[in-house]
């Protein structure tokens, strides 16, 4: 510790009681996404509390995105504080909702429950303990420094969980993410208290369907089987296109080590007669199949482009439809995300790191996510790059059961994010 982090550091300790305190409060409104439940809830009792704190407070509904509907409408909240002159503006994002419990807890996954100097519950580490943490340390920044520049933004977010399109990419298309208005985002991500996460790596879901002509099972050469057209896919894939992507390795430093290359998932297949309805005893019907669909989900890297993603995968169905003569095949796209990665030298980046050695003595990790965050909102809407993901917890606590948060991590993690304030907006 350096003597003039004495002041700040002090003002975040006196604040223990409370980021327990305001952790179990979030924690027990349960924010579950889907549906989507108690978003204006959450957003209400975190504007009351940070209007308490001398921000500023602005509920937001995200009106006609994506899962927007009177019976669970899209609720978010942005909380600002002014400085005393101009300068930039720090903006914490956490989403608010939360996945489903699950099976297998020995907690109440909405009490908050401190044991052990854990606070148990759904969102404890993803991730109400981050948002709790950043508040804090905005908190206490400015209670030790109230003559700083520029400004600090925290906002609450809706349905990240589920891609994010009711919270950061809707706040994002309205502006709130403009590189004027805004100049670093912290994400308070569980990513681990000395990890700087970057950025994550590229998407694409699409569905292949094969085409075939539907028989009399008992007669197979008289019809077409889509099924058997889409086993000569698979063994393609299996084949050629597993140990291709193997092969291509990243720059990024993904983890775990496994997705640091560019990978493919068949998320699910389904081919000739649909599945009988429940209840239903009888016996299937002797078909040929003459439909056959996979979806591909397909991770890429930064080093690849989208295009070429895209095209290899005609390319292999082309291979495959040069030994078939009968082989016809659609691709249909479901959804795509661009990789991003926030360079080392960004303003954000260089202060997160000075300030993680400063807390913890020891250099950060830098990694990539493996899956995507809201980040890809404030990079591609919000044309701003200069954007991580920084926050207490363990990510492989998240979506469990017993989901915890470490009470000294997440003073750390306040200490780290005061510090970076400190950084950026005093002179
Ligand atoms: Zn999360």
């Known amino acids: 510790m350096q003597p003039d982090d004495a002041p700040l550091f002090a003002q975040i300790d006196a604040r223990r009681a409370a980021l327990i305190e305001l952790t179990q409060s979030l924690i027990r409104i349960p924010t579950l ?19 308490n704190a001398g921000f500023t407070v602005q509920l937001l509904r995200a009106t006609g995105a994506i899962a927007d509907s009177e019976s669970h409408p899209r609720w978010n909240l942005l909380a600002r504080r002014e400085g005393t ?12 909702d939360v996945v489903t419990v699950g099976h297998g807890w020995t907690t109440d996954p909405f009490g908050g429950e401190v044991k052990d100097g854990r606070i148990y519950g759904r969102g404890a580490c993803d991730m109400k303990g981050g948002i709790a943490t950043a508040i804090i340390a905005a908190e206490a920044f400015v209670a030790a420094h109230p003559d700083f520049g520029g400004a600090i933004e925290v906002s609450a977010t809706a349905d990240e969980e589920s891609g994010g399109y009711g919270g950061v990419a809707w706040m994002a298309e309205q502006g709130y993410f403009a590189p004027d208005r805004v100049q670093h985002v912290i994400i308070p991500e569980p990513l681990n208290k000395d990890r700087i996460c970057l950025g994550h790596r590229g998407v ?13 099972g008992s007669m197979p050469f008289l019809g077409d089987s889509a099924i ?91 291979r495959v439809q040069a030994g078939r003569p009968s082989f016809r095949y659609e691709i249909r796209d479901l959804f795509e995300v661009q990789p991003v990665m926030t360079d080392r030298e960004a303003p954000i980046v260089r ?19 493996p899956g995507t965050y809201d980040q890809k909102h404030i990079d591609r809407i919000g ?35 005061a510090l970076v304030l400190a950084e950026l907006l005093l002179d």
């Open 33 to 51: 996404n889907p549906p989507g439940q108690n978003y204006r809830e959450i957003c209400e009792f975190l504007a009351g509390y940070l209007q």
């Open 85 to 96: 002159r101009p300068g930039d503006c720090v903006h914490f994002n956490g989403h608010h």
């Open 204 to 216: 694409w879901w699409a569905e292949i369907e094969t085409k075939g002509r539907i028989a009399h």
């Open 228 to 318: 058997r057209h889409m086993g000569a896919v698979l063994a393609e894939i299996e084949e050629v296109l597993y140990p291709l992507l193997a092969g291509r390795r990243t720059a990024m430093p993904v983890v775990p080590e496994g997705a640091r290359s560019s990978t493919l998932n068949v998320n699910a297949i389904h081919g000739g007669e649909p599945e009988p309805p429940a209840g239903y005893t009888g016996l299937p019907a002797p078909l040929v199949a003459d439909r056959c669909r996979i979806t591909i989900d397909r991770r890429f890297l930064i080093e690849e482009e989208i295009g070429a993603v895209k095209a290899e995968i005609v390319a292999l169905m082309d």
């Open 351 to 369: 202060s997160t790191a000075a300030a993680i050695e400063r807390v913890l003595a020891r250099q950060p990790d830098y990694v990539v996510s």
């Open 383 to 417: 044309r701003l790059k200069n954007c991580i993901a920084y926050g207490p917890g363990i990510l492989d606590l998240a979506h469990q059961p017993d989901e915890w948060i470490g009470i000294d991590d997440m003073m750390d993690s306040a200490r780290v994010m």
